[in-house]
């Protein structure tokens, strides 16, 4: 890490800061005088004016920061006047706003501490790579990379025209040292730790290089998702997941994070003066989060915000027919390549029957949970689990609801009612009474899934539990069924393609963690040791086919992300990955002139 030294200067004595004075208003007089008499008297000042405003602005700033009376510090770094007044981007924009809604409350200041603080700050701390909007990963801070044979060396060359919003340029270093941070400090990147062996950074080329102990296909798909920090201010800061402060927080995007105010309920992100990109129009966004979804709709009706936004998240559809009449807003539709899906307990019976899988398949309505669950905007899956959004898709046959069928293939594997009660007994000879594991929000779902399993001889209970209990008994195996979702980094996480929730050997809030075929976990190594495409590719189709043959799990339904946004913005764009909430996205966002 290199050694930065800090230089602290003297403030100028009483005669310096009298002359400075005397010689700055000596510049404005005669910036006021000699340019309008050599062009055109009778309108120099129509015509000076803010040409004459602007120089004199920069000038008090510039004496203000000779006499000390610049910006003074707050928690991890600041953004003097004198720079933002140096590079202002835009006089014609100047105070636009940004205002987004979002039911992803901010509980804590703590950059690194609070999961939905994090993702909104990719804004000011971008990832080195990105999706783009076919789910493609491409650089972002990171020009290009290079993997080695084994794909276990990964060198990652930056561009050269990121700076942070204190003025420093973007390094090797600042990436070396926020991915061993993550790896060190954050227990979700402990694989990290793990596995990184080595790293090192060059300045000659620009570029940073991380050796693994193992091959680790998707790496690249994993810095897509680190904040990256700037290590001359967090190298300090010892404790980082429990550090909280109010901003502002040094950044290196088009914005920076000016300011979190938990009491009002916002984040605060101003334009980065240093920014090199393509020049966003906004001086300022603000996250507004809120309690509930209900008031954020009320906001965006009352037109307090423009547009809403949640992480794997759609607008609920029931609320778009009220923004709809509204006559304000517009949508972005966009296919998600997460899904609801139906967990099995595959580790006891029946579940570990793949015959009592394939039937209880067939006892789903799906049409019915699209209908109401989705209303309208979802469709029925494949038996191939993966959304057709997802790189690498492969065209699978669909679920099918017949309860007959379901009837018949369970009869043909020995679940019978033997004792004429509407109750199909398993093969120990007892009734088959399924416990449906559920967490309040899909409780409707979960009424369906009672229905269905009825008409097929099944009986079956609901059980209730919020989101910690939940977690704990999955991952005690204490239940038959569950419903619960998969989000976009979930479908992309461990070798991709949904995997991340199955294997055995992963753990995690989320995962299930109950599948342990070795033909499985074998089709999981072989795409994390190969960065082949046309490879990835076969095995991308072998795991659908592997989902669609033995269904280790039931999707339930492929549905949409729907953003509604103000009719006076335009030029939205969105990836599969964190949907509108990306770098590009606010760097083209404009206000239509009226």
């Not at 693994?212 to 994993?222: A, I, M, V």
Request: with cysteine; charged share 25%; hydrophobic share 35%.
């Amino acid at each position: 890490m290199k050694q930065r030294k800090n230089f602290i200067k003297s403030g100028p004595n009483r005669g310096l800061k009298q002359w400075l004075i005397f010689a700055a208003f000596t510049i404005i007089v005669y910036s006021s005088v000699y340019p309008a008499g050599a062009a055109e008297p009778e309108n120099s000042e129509e015509n000076l004016t803010p040409l004459n405003g602007e120089i004199f602005d920069r000038i008090v700033t510039y004496i203000k920061s000779l006499l000390g009376e610049d910006e003074k510090t707050q928690g991890p770094g600041t953004v003097s006047e004198a720079a933002a007044a140096g590079v202002q981007q835009s006089s014609d924009t100047e105070g636009a706003v940004l205002k987004i809604a979002t039911p992803s409350v901010i509980k804590s200041s703590s950059f690194l501490g609070d999961s939905n603080l994090g993702v909104f700050a990719h804004l000011s701390n971008p990832p080195l790579m990105k999706m783009d909007s076919e789910g493609h990963l491409v650089g972002q801070l990171a020009e290009s990379y290079e993997v080695s044979e084994n794909n276990t060396c990964w060198t990652f060359y930056l561009r050269d025209d990121f700076y942070w919003s204190d003025g420093e340029p973007v390094t090797p270093e600042d990436i070396e040292f926020s991915i061993r941070y993550y790896g060190k400090e954050v227990p979700s990147a402990r694989w990290i730790n793990d596995t990184l062996e080595s790293s090192a950074v060059s300045n000659a080329n620009n570029s940073v290089t991380f050796k693994f102990n193992k091959p680790y296909t998707r790496t690249d798909l994993e810095f897509a998702t680190y904040n990256i920090l700037p290590a001359h201010i967090w190298e300090t800061i010892e404790n980082p997941v429990e550090y909280t402060n109010n901003g502002p927080y040094v950044g290196c995007g088009p914005y920076y994070l000016k300011l979190i105010d938990l009491n009002a309920g916002k984040l605060i992100f101003e334009k980065n003066p240093y920014w090199k990109g393509k020049a966003p129009e906004s001086e300022t966004v603000e996250i507004h989060f809120y309690s509930s979804v209900d008031v954020a709709t009320l906001a965006l009706k009352n037109g307090e915000v423009d547009t809403y936004y949640k992480y794997a998240g759609s607008y609920p559809y029931s609320g778009i027919e009220q923004l709809e009449e509204t006559g304000n807003f517009d949508f972005i539709e966009k296919t998600d390549i997460g899904l609801i899906f139906l967990a099995l307990n595959l580790k006891k019976a029946p579940f570990s029957d793949s015959e009592f899988r394939e039937a209880l398949a067939y006892s789903i309505n799906y049409e019915e949970i699209v209908s109401l669950e989705a209303l309208g905007y979802g469709e029925v899956p494949n038996r191939g689990f993966v959304p057709s959004s997802m790189e690498n898709f492969k065209e699978t046959e669909k679920l099918e609801y017949s309860p007959e069928k379901a009837r018949e293939i369970l009869k043909k594997a020995g679940y019978l009612d033997s004792n004429g009660n509407g109750i199909l007994e398993g093969k120990d000879g007892k009734d088959i009474k399924l416990e449906i594991l559920i967490r309040p929000e899909y409780t409707r779902t979960g009424e369906l899934l009672e229905e269905y399993l009825e008409q097929v001889g099944l009986a079956s209970d609901l059980r209730t539990a919020d989101a910690d209990t939940w977690i704990t008994l999955k991952d005690n195996y204490e239940y038959d069924l569950t419903v619960t979702r998969s989000t976009p980094w979930g479908m992309l996480m461990h070798a991709s393609w949904g995997s991340g929730y199955f294997d055995s050997r992963r753990t995690g809030q989320g995962v299930m963690h109950n599948l342990d075929d070795p033909e499985f976990l074998q089709l999981c190594d072989n795409i994390l040791a190969t960065t082949d495409p046309k490879e990835l590719e076969g095995y991308a189709y072998e795991i659908q086919d592997y989902y669609a043959e033995n269904l280790p799990a039931i999707p339930l339904y492929w549905s949409s992300i729907v953003t509604p946004y103000n009719r006076q913005f335009e030029g939205w764009y969105t990836d599969p990955l964190y949907g509108i909430y990306n770098l590009d996205n606010f760097v083209n966002v404009s206000k239509i002139e009226a």
